[in-house]
């Protein structure tokens, strides 16, 4: 799968499950933070949409 499709399948989830606000507002959080400073728009959208689904980064393994 390229880039854009991952994107697509992000944007496609986020908008039919109706979790756009939740999305926005976790993307906007991470522009403030460091450590999401370098990542891809990819990793962004994952990490935010992975996020606003109830995944918690400190209490489980981080995805590879």
């Not at 976790?26 to 995944?55: C, F, P, S, V």
């Given at each position: ?53 109830g995944w ?9």
């Amino acid at each position: 799968m390229s880039l854009e499709d991952d994107l697509m399948d992000m944007y496609n989830e986020v908008r039919n499950k109706g979790l756009q606000e939740k999305f926005d507002k976790q993307i906007a959080k991470m522009l403030k933070q460091d450590k999401h400073k370098h990542k891809t728009a990819n990793e962004r959208w994952d990490y935010a949409l992975r996020r606003i689904k109830g995944w918690n980064p400190n209490k489980s393994e981080k995805k590879l």
